[in-house]
């Protein structure tokens, strides 16, 4: 009774993001009610096992009460605090300082958003006023990825490049450009990693050239692209982009939303490829989605040149809830939870995670296993020898995401057939094994579904 209410109460009035709004209404809501560890468990009281970390964000996993007791703190003493006209809260400056410490270069300065599509536009509106102070306005342009995804804000959805978030939407807009993603399981450039890497070069310089050198302001890149499919870009891509960035003087942003805070290994995934990138945007696993906060880290250059360019004018870029005090009072908590043993236990549980899913490499549908740490996916095919997608009449995605959580699994199902994981890095060796076990189960009942093949 109770959740059918619900169920008919959500039709009514909840609309759902990136949801197909009608599908929705017919299939109706799925319920969760409580969460321990990395398992969830749904209204009529069914355990399952969260393969995506809520939405790759709850790192440190469910029912940390230590977290509870830092917000429940941070509110009884001061729930509210502005960071304009010059006022502060002990956290946000606490947990700055600490983050600071801790990026990559010099990223020493950090400005708190609410979450990653708003740290996303934090990054544009900072650059242009950057280029513009430093007396380069017409650096306008902006270029991401394809298959790349930087938010759901109007300027982030228009750098990311999935299909969905433009049409019927206006968008990008025209300052906004794509070049390929280096895909490696699906490049025109072949499979060879170093090919790979001059084709991603050689698309950076073109684009370049046609927009016009002086023009380009930012070059935008996820370490790994989430949202596109869980695309791992070859060892050292990411080294050769940032360093052409420099030679054509164009920032390099890194979009560490998802592979921040362990969700790779380290606390940020740039490190892995040696990489300190101009500006660095964080959420997610910054308080692990117990509350809401994203971070736009700056290196010294960018904030210095933004600060002698306003002189004693203020900086007009600002939220009601930067910096807010108990969203910071909980990333100080969950920091403190990844460097107590949770960074160490997520490196071991994604070596596990990695080592099973390549076991299922030799599955029938199984195109391509891919990721790093806990942060992974598997594309399914029809034909491996062309790659022939599952047919997108049959929705594979819906499909495999059904029969994921009837095995009691949660995942992340994109496309015509791409099972993307990032579970929380709290998992246990027998967690891991049991996404994996439940994983080839999945595979064999979608090898039995006659319409998807
Ligand atoms: N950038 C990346 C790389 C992301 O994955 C996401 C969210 N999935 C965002 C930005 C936007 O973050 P949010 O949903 O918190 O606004």
């Known amino acids: 009774m109770f959740s059918n209410s619900l169920i008919e109460l959500d ?16 299939t109706g809501v799925r319920v969760l009610r409580s969460a321990k560890g990395a398992t969830v468990t749904d209204a009529a009281g069914r355990e399952l096992l969260d393969g995506f970390a809520g939405l790759w964000c709850v790192n440190a996993g469910y029912g940390h009460d230590s977290i509870v007791e830092a917000a429940a703190r941070q509110m009884r003493e001061l729930p509210y605090a502005t960071a304009y006209f010059g006022l502060g809260s002990e956290p946000a400056i606490r947990l700055a300082a600490a983050l600071a410490e801790r990026a990559p270069g010099d990223l020493n300065h950090v ?5 990653g599509s708003d740290a996303v536009d934090t990054t544009v509106r900072l650059i242009r006023n950057y280029q513009t102070v430093r ?10 990825l394809e298959q790349g995804y930087h938010g759901s804000s109007t300027v982030g959805a228009g750098l990311t490049a999935l299909p969905a978030f433009h049409a019927n939407f206006g968008l990008p807009f025209a300052w906004q450009h794509k070049i390929p993603s280096p895909y490696p399981y699906r490049n025109p450039a072949g499979s060879d990693l170093e090919a790979i890497i001059a084709a991603s070069l050689a698309a950076l310089r073109a684009k370049v050239e046609e927009l016009g050198p002086e023009r380009v302001a930012a070059f935008y890149a996820e370490p790994i692209q989430g949202s596109g499919g869980v695309i791992v870009p070859p060892r050292g891509w990411m080294k050769a982009m940032r360093d052409l ?9 890194a979009d560490e939303v998802i592979t921040g805070f ?4 380290p606390l940020f995934a740039c490190t892995e490829d040696e990489v300190v990138p101009d500006l660095m945007t964080t959420a997610k696993g910054l308080t692990s989605g117990y509350v809401p906060m994203g971070a736009v880290f700056l290196s010294n250059r960018i904030y210095d040149t933004i600060a002698d360019g306003a002189g004693e004018a203020a900086i007009g870029h600002g939220y009601t809830y930067s910096a807010h005090p108990v969203s910071a009072a909980v990333g100080l908590e969950v920091l403190r939870l990844y460097e107590n043993g949770l960074l160490e236990n997520g ?16 599955h029938p549908l199984v195109g391509d296993v891919r990721g790093r740490g806990l942060l992974a996916a598997l594309e399914l095919v029809v034909d491996k020898a062309r790659k022939a997608p599952l047919p997108a009449a049959a929705d594979p995605a819906r499909r495999i995401f059904d029969r994921a959580w009837n095995n ?24 891991i094994d049991a996404i994996v076990e439940r994983t080839r189960r999945i595979l064999d009942q979608t090898l039995e579904d006659a319409d998807v093949r």
């Open 11 to 26: 039709r009514a009035h909840l609309v759902h993001p990136v949801a197909s709004y009608r599908g929705h209404e017919r």
């Open 111 to 115: 400005y708190f958003t609410l979450g």
């Open 135 to 144: 007396g380069k306005p017409e650096k306008d342009q902006f270029i991401s």
């Open 245 to 253: 960035c420099a030679e054509l003087d164009i920032l390099f942003v």
């Open 262 to 265: 362990g969700r790779t290994g």
């Open 347 to 362: 490196r071991r549980a994604g070596t596990r995670l990695q080592a099973g899913l390549q076991s299922l490499a030799d």
């Open 408 to 431: 009691g699994l949660v995942i992340r199902a994109f496309g015509n057939g791409i099972l993307g994981y990032a579970p929380p890095l709290c998992c246990t060796e027998a967690e």
